[in-house]
């Protein structure tokens, strides 16, 4: 997998004079079963989250409020993707590195997930992620 397989993808926005509304589902901008939901939310200034890749995992990341940076990387390449629309998601593939920084006061960061939550899949070493990688 490679920072170009990570992709921002349009979500459906239907508009009218009394707001608008985004919806999720699988097949429309999801290109998996969505099998967990969690977000982030009042994160102090400067503070970064993620610091960590996934073995199988895929993501689907979107700035619901606010803004943040996702920094992607391979072991490779790197890429950082500001997210401001919620509308719009990042696609985040398996075996991708990710930082999460520079969150606006107020933002929340929404994440679908491909699985429940297994400290199996994770790197939380970098080091052994750049090893891991370079294998796949």
């Not at 500001?82 to 991708?96: A, S, V, W």
Request: charged share 25%.
């Amino acid at each position: 997998m490679s920072v170009d397989d990570c992709m921002l993808v349009d979500l459906p926005k239907i508009t009218d004079q009394r707001g608008n509304l985004t919806f999720i589902e699988r097949g429309k901008g999801v290109m998996f079963d969505i099998r967990r939901v969690y977000y982030l939310y009042d994160i102090p200034s400067g503070v970064s989250r993620g610091g960590h890749g996934h073995k199988k995992l895929s993501q689907l990341m979107i700035a619901t409020s606010g803004s943040f940076d996702v920094l992607l990387d391979d072991g490779r390449k790197q890429r950082t993707v500001h997210l401001n629309r919620p509308f719009q998601g990042l696609y985040i593939c398996p075996m991708i590195w990710r930082e999460l920084d520079n969150f606006s006061s107020g933002s929340i960061c929404l994440v679908l997930a491909s699985d429940m939550y297994d400290e199996s899949d994770y790197y939380r070493n970098y080091s052994e992620f750049c090893k891991a990688a370079e294998v796949s």
